[in-house]
């Protein structure tokens, strides 16, 4: 090699790293997420396996429920989004979503108000996750017992039903996920796409499990957990007494629809590291397309071999029962009725892999997903402390992880004091709230878009 060559390379290296510090300082941030990275953060952000806790409060909230009509139209509300989103982000390609969109193209005031609102909103979600996880601890413990058949560890979930353990697994998680947020974004992503594959391995496993049983195998797996072949029958008897109505209604479908639309949110939420993303435009478009999709896939199907396996009648029997009637549910079986269909594949499963899997799901999808809001909220706050909204410190970025710690911290802290609000409010209220809020949100977006 000539010393000119050496020169030339030298000066196409030093070019390419004065171009990263230049994006760096004018934005704060470097594009070096792909189309693989903003799928993770948008699967992650929705936690697919959560679709078994909104199931639950669809069920329970609404008489006569069924999914398939919610799932399909609240995937297409979502779609028609993507598209006033990809346009926003192609206009203005910086991270901070609703924020810096709403600043920008509206006004100030109004961008301003958006973007601290949704910064408290994004934070309680990370303490209602966490709450998830912590709800789902006994029907973990059970699975992992099962797996490993240990009396001792199935038992030990028996301990952890107050509200105060429930707080307190929540902050655990909390920190767990605050320590793993402090690495490069690009390890995070790394992260959350390696629990998105343990996601979706558990899904494809539930789904090959109640494709090769039968109903028969299920009403027997399920009597024989509850330690009584009646099982089955006894749940909807005594959910009948109790006054649950069973059946279908498109009055309900419809009214579910909310509630499906909060299944799939943060399936566009890549945008939200948009200063992050390499060739913002198409980036999102891909990622967000390739993500409804693979939703729309696993919910529909798995939501059909439910029904076909579990039967809609006993789907409706014990969620409601569960919670209309808890004690009588506890004397027919311990099977936590919030597990669903997690729950079903755990009975039918025969082997310890899958009996994992299925147990861990949802605690390891809400440390995705909250990995993901973490990322997305501290860009909330980062791009309202780069605009000096917030104090100025609060955008200080990292120099070995390139990301800002400050507003970790931040989020961290009152993400913990949303923790043990959580643990006084039941399941059905917090997915209600959620609903509203992400509505909200998809309203702000569309005001910026028009």
Not at 15 to 44: D, M, N, W
Not at 55 to 83: C, E, H, Q, R
């Amino acid at each position: 090699m000539t010393s000119s060559d050496a020169t030339a390379g030298t000066t196409s290296a030093g070019s390419a790293e004065a171009g990263r510090l230049f994006i760096r300082q004018t934005s704060g941030l470097v594009r070096e997420l792909g189309i693989p990275a903003a799928i993770g953060i948008s699967l992650a952000s929705v936690a697919v396996v959560n679709t078994f806790i909104n199931f639950n409060a669809g069920l329970t909230d609404f008489a006569k429920s069924d999914m398939y009509l919610p799932l399909v139209a609240a995937a297409v509300i979502w779609l028609v989004a993507m598209f006033a989103y990809r346009y926003l982000l192609r206009a203005v390609p910086r991270a901070g979503g609703e924020y810096v969109y709403l600043s920008r193209i509206v006004s100030p005031a109004v961008g301003a108000m958006a973007g601290l609102g949704i910064a408290v909103v994004f934070t309680y979600v990370l303490s209602t996750n966490a709450h998830f996880a912590a709800q789902f601890t006994p029907f973990m413990l059970t699975g992992l017992g099962l797996a490993f058949h240990s009396t001792a560890i199935a038992n030990a979930g028996n301990h952890f039903g107050s509200n105060l353990s429930i707080a307190w697994l929540s902050v655990i998680l909390m920190l767990i996920v605050a320590a793993l947020s402090l690495f490069k974004v690009k390890i995070v992503a790394r992260i959350i796409f390696t629990l998105i594959i343990l996601q979706v391995v558990a899904f494809i496993a539930l789904i090959g499990i109640l494709a090769f049983k039968s109903h028969a195998d299920f009403v027997a797996a399920y009597g024989s957990f509850s330690g009584h072949p009646g099982a089955y029958a006894a749940t909807i008897a005594a959910a009948h007494s109790n006054g649950v109505v069973f059946g279908t209604s498109i009055a309900s479908a419809v009214a579910i629809i909310p509630f499906m639309v909060l299944n799939y949110n943060g399936v566009l939420y890549s945008y939200y590291v948009g200063g992050e993303l390499r060739r913002p435009g198409r980036t999102y478009l891909y990622a967000s397309t390739i993500s409804i999709l693979v939703l729309v896939v696993l919910w529909v199907g798995v939501w059909a071999l439910l029904r076909a396996r579990a039967g809609l009648t006993f789907m409706q029997a014990q969620a409601n029962l569960g919670v209309i009637n808890p004690d009588g549910y506890a004397k027919i079986t311990t099977m936590p009725s919030v597990s669903g269909g997690l729950g079903y594949g755990l009975l039918l499963s025969g082997d310890p892999i899958t009996k994992i899997l299925f147990a861990t799901a949802v605690p390891f999808a809400e440390i995705a997903v909250n990995l993901a809001f973490v990322t997305v909220t501290t860009r909330v706050l980062f791009a309202q402390a780069f605009d000096r909204l917030l104090p100025v410190g609060v955008a200080k970025i990292g120099d070995r992880n390139h990301a800002p710690n400050v507003a970790i911290g931040l989020v961290l802290v009152i993400g913990i004091a949303f923790c043990f609000l959580t643990s006084l409010v039941n399941l059905g209220s917090i997915v209600a709230l959620q609903s509203l809020f992400f509505a909200l949100i998809l309203l702000a977006g569309g005001v910026a878009a028009l």
